[in-house]
């Protein structure tokens, strides 16, 4: 309305119903976990896409992708998204991050004395590739059984529904 172009990342969060993706909001910046596995998958520089958007020539890039799935396990602390307990000690970092295809997106964490500890309640995004869905599922999954802290939990069923839809 007030004649102004925008410049920047545009997040769409959608939700999947039996009429059709909805939109549940928009935000102006990437969304978290969301953009950890497209990260994964990305093959082409994210500072030169970042920076060709601010200059206005995004049209000049040619974006490329692995050819590979990617999945994002969030690991989160006991009580989340109430009360949840910070400070405690996160193990098995330094095992997942000798796994290929692998990464740890921290989101709750900080440092105290030397240790990577929880500060939040989404604390870790486990994100993992794999050749298809299913075996970025189980890396992700066999990542993220290698990581605890006290009280953590995770979901059980992150990329079911496009198994399932894959499967039809």
């Known amino acids: 309305r007030e004649g102004r172009r925008y410049v920047g990342v545009l997040y769409a969060g959608l939700m999947m119903t039996k009429s059709g993706p909805k939109v549940v909001e928009f935000n102006c910046r990437f969304g978290d976990p969301e953009i950890q596995p497209l990260v994964m998958r990305l093959d082409t520089d994210l500072?030169?896409?970042?920076?060709?958007?601010?200059?206005?020539?995004?049209?000049?890039?040619?974006?490329?992708?692995?050819?590979?799935?990617?999945?994002?396990?969030?690991?989160?602390?006991?009580?989340?998204?109430?009360?949840?307990?910070?400070?405690?000690p996160i193990n098995g970092l330094q095992a997942v991050a000798q796994l290929d295809d692998v990464e740890v997106f921290h989101a709750g964490t900080a440092q105290k004395s030397g240790k990577i500890v929880t500060n939040g309640g989404?604390?870790?995004?486990?994100?993992?590739?794999?050749?298809?869905?299913?075996?970025?599922?189980?890396?992700a999954y066999e990542a993220t059984r290698m990581l605890s802290f006290d009280g953590s939990h995770y979901r059980t069923d992150i990329g079911q529904k496009a198994v399932a839809h894959i499967a039809r």
């Not at 958007?53 to 050819?67: A, F, Q």
């Not at 989404?122 to 890396?139: C, F, K, N, Q, S």
């Open 122 to 139: 989404r604390v870790l995004g486990v994100t993992a590739l794999g050749a298809d869905i299913p075996t970025a599922i189980e890396r």
């Open 47 to 88: 500072v030169d896409l970042l920076e060709a958007v601010t200059d206005r020539r995004l049209d000049e890039i040619d974006i490329k992708w692995k050819d590979a799935a990617a999945v994002c396990v969030v690991m989160a602390s006991k009580g989340y998204p109430g009360k949840y307990e910070k400070g405690l």
